[in-house]
Each structure stands twice: as C-alpha cells, then as structure tokens.
C-alpha cells in the first residue's frame, strides 16, 4: 500500500522510510531514528544543488559556487523549509524530549528535512530526490541569476568584520571531519577576536569554511 502527504510531494512505495525520517534519536524505536537518513539525505542534498548551480552559473569559479551553495543550503534555510513542508508537527520525540522542548529546534528541523531527503533516495532514487529538492529550492534558486555577482561568503565577512572592528580579520578553525577519504566531510567555524561567529560544513575544508563564513553572515542579519 502506497502513502504519501501531499506537503512533501512523493508518494512512498515504503511509508516505513517516511516514518522513520521524521523519528528524533530521542525515541528509543525498534525501527530506529532518522540519523542515518540524515547522513545520506545531506550528501544527495549536496550533490543535486551543485548540480543545479552548475548548470545555472556556467561561468563562475569553485568559490562563488561554494558561496552559492552554502547561501543556499544552511542550518537556517532548511529548518524554514521543514517548517513550511509541516515537519515540526509531524516530528517524532520522546515524552521527555518534547516536556522540555515543545517546539522543535532548528538543528532538529534541519536534520529532519535532510532525512527525508534521504529517504526520498532510497524510496524512489535519485531523480525523486532531485525533483523533491529542486521543488523545494525552486524560487531560492530563480532568484540566482546567471552573470550576477556572487561574491565569496569570506570576502563580505573580512570586509564586515574591518569596518566594524577596528580592521580585525576573520579566522577559521577546522573542527571535526568524518568519512571515508573518498567522500569526507569537514566541519569548520569562523571566528573573530576569539568568538566564535558561525560554524559550517562541506566537502572540502574551503567549502566549510565559506559555510561557516555564510552561517556568520546570517546571524549577523538576524541581530541587525
């Protein structure tokens, strides 16, 4: 028997993926959580917005798409986005975990989207999670014009933090990597005057570090 909810557009063929995509590591489930659909949704995630930027910008270089793509796919983005698909009703959290925290978090919103990409893939492959994602993403990445400038996340956060600060610079610490060689993933936080101001990820140590520039950027928006 097929399931599906019209907020997410796809109808599984196995709605025990569904179900486990929006099940938090705080329940203790025979079936499991959404950890590693998270893992693996973050990965497809990754790879169908580069493929799309790619195509869109065929004449910037690796760092306005690093920039682009981390503007795009951010710990705040996607915690929008799994509000508006209805994720934050439809999470499954121990009693205890929803006593203390009723509302969901954003990182908890963020992985929760990320899995249900993941089990999108798995569900119906990579042309269902593509189209899943770029649907999603679609007016965010209309709003990305060809030949526009799309200026390095690190660029604008040095020129901020030397107008504000005295011309004080921006540093970046590397701060944890997993995988496999072949397809690690590195995580890296940018900091200013010894405070940390974001943190991000990506495939490549520059990629994090951009991430993590973006991430600082954002919060800098939200307390203006």
Avoid at 140 to 159: F, Y
Avoid at 200 to 216: C, D, L, P
């Amino acid at each position: 028997m097929k399931a599906s909810h019209s907020t997410i557009g796809h109808q599984f063929n196995n709605p025990t993926l569904e179900t486990l995509a929006y099940t938090h590591p705080s329940c203790d489930a025979a079936r499991g959580n959404n950890q590693r659909l998270e893992f693996l949704g973050d990965t497809v995630l990754d790879l169908v917005i580069a493929e799309a930027l790619y195509h869109r910008l065929p004449s910037e270089d690796e760092g306005a798409l690093d920039w682009a793509k981390a503007s795009l796919v951010n710990g705040r983005s996607l915690a929008a986005k799994a509000r508006e698909l209805g994720m934050a009703e439809r999470l499954i959290m121990s009693e205890s975990q929803r006593a203390h925290h009723p509302e969901p978090s954003k990182r908890m919103l963020e992985d929760c989207l990320e899995a249900m990409v993941g089990a999108i893939y798995l569900d119906g492959g990579l042309d269902a999670a593509r189209t899943f994602i770029l649907q999603i993403f679609q007016s965010e990445l209309e709003a990305i014009q060809p030949g526009a400038s799309t200026r390095n996340a690190k660029s604008l956060l040095q020129e901020w933090s030397q107008q504000r600060h005295a011309g004080g610079l921006p540093e970046y610490e590397l701060i944890a990597s997993d995988g496999p060689d072949h397809q690690k993933r590195f995580r890296a936080r940018a900091l200013l005057n010894g405070q940390e101001m974001g943190q991000g990820s990506g495939s490549s140590i520059k990629a994090a570090e951009i991430a993590a520039a973006t991430a600082a950027l954002e919060r800098l928006k939200d307390d203006a």
